[in-house]
């Protein structure tokens, strides 16, 4: 990746909340497995009043910027305590006026990697994602990492990395990636392959050896170049039948980190996250990188 796209190196979004703090603490493993430097960005929301009352709104600014300063110094005492006993990255800091999701789109487009914590709980738990998160796997450049609170495992895991590969050539940045992620990190690359994107029940006569023995094609075919590259990665390979989306937030029980394209067969560049990333970085049970384009 060319060095001018790294600007801010691995950017975080930080507000303050529990999801904010699981994803700095993420941030900061990442940027020292890495020796990159760290941006903390934190977004404060222009002020909108419908009637002239400007000694309000200055007072509300003010309040603004004092809250922002102290979610600043508290996510640079997170950075200095999740270092451990390594030697810290570099820190920046950044706050800008805008919403948080175009400031951190904005920002992906410098970034090595882009970090923010699921938020958006709701009724239904993990079925949901924050407006930040859920605009950055939409609409951001380049790899964006989703940190749940509670997603942030031992750094000493040795959990394997996980990959979801459909076989399509949107998919090889994130095998590119993957393959890194788990070769710094000193773990198995568990690479998984559906050859069905929907639900599929089996069928008298049908062939399902033929069906498998595509699919470890098609794994053979996109992970050679990669082994070659990385022979220091073990590759475990699965082949399911169907719902890949499924299959991966089981799998990521077992896993450290959850690796997925933004779009997979059929897609078309630029296109809107496609359903088994989506769903994977909603429901995953580990951190979740969704590689998009840049």
Do not use: N
């Not at 790294?6 to 703090?21: A, C, K, M, Q």
């Not at 706050?95 to 789109?105: K, N």
């Not at 990492?145 to 998919?171: E, N």
């Amino acid at each position: 990746m060319s060095r001018d796209r790294t600007r801010y190196g691995i950017l975080v979004g930080v507000d303050g909340s529990p999801e904010s703090e699981a994803a700095i603490r993420w941030a900061t493993e990442e940027a020292v497995l890495r020796d990159q430097p760290l941006t903390l960005m934190h977004a404060i929301p222009p002020v909108r009043v419908s009637w002239p009352v400007a000694y309000l709104e200055a007072s509300f600014v003010e309040s603004q910027q004092a809250s922002a300063r102290e979610v600043i110094e508290k996510a640079q005492k997170i950075v200095q305590a999740g270092a451990g006993e390594s030697q810290p990255p570099p820190v920046r800091t950044e706050t800008r006026h805008t919403d948080a999701p175009s400031a951190l789109v904005i920002g992906s487009r410098d970034a090595f990697m882009t970090v923010v914590g699921s938020r958006g709980m709701g009724a239904l738990g993990r079925a949901l994602l924050g407006s930040v998160s859920s605009g950055l796997v939409h609409h951001g450049h380049g790899p964006v990492a989703i940190i749940h609170a509670d997603d942030v495992k031992a750094p000493d895991d040795d959990s394997p990395v996980l990959l979801g590969i459909d076989g399509s050539p949107s998919s090889e940045d994130a095998t590119a990636l993957a393959f890194d992620e788990a070769s710094r990190r000193g773990v198995d690359l568990v690479a998984l392959h559906a050859w069905s994107d929907v639900g599929v029940l089996p069928v008298l006569g049908m062939d399902w050896h033929r069906y498998e023995d595509e699919g470890h094609e098609i794994l053979a075919e996109r992970l050679a170049g990669w082994q070659d590259q990385y022979p220091d990665v073990h590759i475990q390979r699965r082949i399911v039948c169907d719902q890949p989306a499924r299959w991966l937030v089981d799998e990521s029980q077992e896993a450290q980190l959850v690796v997925v394209g933004s779009h997979g067969r059929g897609g078309f560049s630029g296109m809107m996250l496609g359903s088994v990333g989506s769903k994977v970085a909603q429901a995953s049970h580990a951190p979740v990188i969704v590689v998009r384009s840049r």
